[in-house]
């Protein structure tokens, strides 16, 4: 059995092989000690550093080159892939160090180094306004017909490679940054437009069509598998925004996604972080068949997922994110071992990290996980 057919044969709720194994993310210090040199492969602040200098072609180089050793010295059954910089981006003037860990650009956006994962992010306080015009709504149309050939170098070439045995897998549908762009504020704002202006949101809907539709056929020509899409909806006590301004707002926009994707012959995943219990019912109405990134630590509970929606979704979890940083060896046979038991039958299981195999985790806490699977995921 092909990795493809082990990936597809378990959405379809039927018993493979083996378990399906395969990341939303595995950051960069543990890939560079798994093909022993540095790497951009999810390296946050040197590829930051390397577009201001215009190093584009060598971020994407060695995305592309070092996910590919990745893939095969893992033996990933899916391959996830995403856009990447456009050769047309361009940085006149690179942003000034102001302090250590500081950097300001020409106009005035202020840049600070966040330890916690390893990226440089813009700190820049912006109110935005909370009404959208006729020309915000060109302008954002404008910027998704600008998305060119040279931003799907890493989907086409993985679908190239590994297309054929592999189950590839896309994780750049935004259901989220097309509906709030155009405000041009920060994610504190944005919250708060959900509650005062959600009629304003919804005139940019058609943008957020545009753009997704634009990368399912590309990626549906290419032979790509599964479109997944990546908004945290949640926190640790329960959901970010208002359940009701979900519905009113999102729902539709996924739906609408989730049909474009399956009517072009492809699968509709989602990543979500945090305690959703109050909108699980939601997600499984929009017609996603996968869900990644089960936080147990937030409230979630893969026996209930499994017992309420593992008829309908495939669960893709198996050990936790706090698990690979501060767990022993122990801690994570004994999580991984009790997934498996529970998740495994009847199919609908992918094995992976919940969330991501962050930065800072404990690299020989996850390559034991993977031996372990290898090892009792058998069926």
């Keep these: 059995m092909t990795s493809k057919e082990r990936v597809l044969k378990t959405i379809r709720h039927e018993e493979p092989d083996r378990v399906p194994v395969g990341e939303w993310g595995i950051d960069h210090?543990?890939?560079?000690?798994?093909?022993?040199?540095?790497?951009?492969?999810?390296?946050?602040?040197?590829?930051?550093?390397?577009?201001w200098d215009n190093r584009r072609?060598?971020?994407?180089?060695?995305?592309?080159?070092?996910?590919?050793?990745?893939?095969?010295?893992?033996?990933?059954?899916?391959?996830?892939?995403?856009?990447?910089?456009?050769?047309?981006?361009?940085?006149?003037?690179?942003p000034k160090e102001i302090a250590p860990g500081t950097w300001e650009?020409?106009?005035?956006?202020?840049?600070?180094?966040?330890?916690?994962?390893?990226?440089?992010?813009?700190?820049?306080e912006r109110e935005g306004?909370?009404?959208?015009?006729?020309?915000?709504?060109?302008?954002?149309?404008?910027?998704?017909?600008?998305?060119?050939d040279s931003q799907y170098e890493l989907i086409d070439y993985c679908c190239d490679r590994f297309g054929k045995d592999r189950a590839i897998l896309c994780r750049s549908i935004d259901i989220y940054t097309p509906?709030?762009?155009?405000?041009?504020?920060?994610?504190?704002?944005?919250?708060?437009?959900?509650?005062?202006?959600?009629?304003?949101?919804?005139?940019?809907?058609?943008?957020?069509?545009?753009?997704?539709?634009?990368?399912?056929e590309h990626c549906a020509k290419k032979g790509v598998d599964i479109m997944m899409q990546g908004q945290d909806f949640g926190?640790?006590?329960?959901?970010?925004?208002?359940?009701?301004?979900?519905?009113?707002?999102?729902?539709?926009?996924?739906?609408?996604?989730?049909?474009?994707?399956t009517d072009a012959g492809m699968i509709a995943f989602y990543h979500c972080c945090g305690n959703i219990w109050k909108i699980m019912d939601d997600f499984v109405k929009t017609g996603y068949k996968g869900y990644q990134s089960i936080q147990v630590s937030a409230g979630m509970d893969n026996k209930i997922v499994k017992e309420k929606y593992g008829d309908r979704l495939t669960m893709w979890t198996g050990v936790q994110c706090e698990t690979l940083i501060t767990?022993?060896?122990?801690?994570?046979?004994?999580?991984?071992?009790?997934?498996?038991?529970l998740l495994m039958p009847g199919g609908g299981y992918i094995f992976g990290s919940t969330n991501s195999v962050q930065y800072g985790a404990r690299t020989e806490n996850y390559l034991h996980a993977l031996e372990l699977v290898r090892k009792r995921g058998s069926y």
């Design 179 to 216: 509906l709030f762009r155009s405000f041009g504020g920060n994610f504190n704002s944005d919250l708060m437009l959900t509650a005062s202006v959600p009629e304003e949101i919804e005139k940019l809907r058609p943008v957020c069509y545009a753009y997704n539709q634009k990368l399912i």
């Design 129 to 148: 306004k909370d009404e959208i015009t006729e020309e915000d709504i060109e302008k954002a149309m404008a910027a998704v017909e600008a998305i060119d």
């Design 327 to 341: 767990g022993t060896l122990k801690d994570v046979e004994r999580e991984v071992c009790g997934n498996l038991e």
């Design 57 to 94: 072609d060598e971020v994407v180089g060695s995305m592309i080159e070092d996910y590919a050793a990745l893939i095969e010295k893992l033996d990933y059954d899916i391959v996830t892939v995403e856009l990447v910089p456009s050769k047309n981006d361009h940085v006149d003037e690179k």
């Design 29 to 51: 210090d543990h890939v560079s000690k798994i093909i022993g040199k540095h790497t951009y492969w999810r390296n946050r602040r040197d590829t930051t550093l390397a577009l």
């Design 235 to 261: 926190m640790n006590t329960g959901c970010i925004y208002n359940p009701d301004s979900i519905r009113e707002i999102f729902m539709p926009v996924i739906t609408h996604v989730n049909t474009q994707i």
């Design 105 to 124: 650009d020409r106009n005035g956006n202020i840049y600070k180094y966040a330890a916690s994962n390893d990226s440089i992010m813009d700190v820049t």
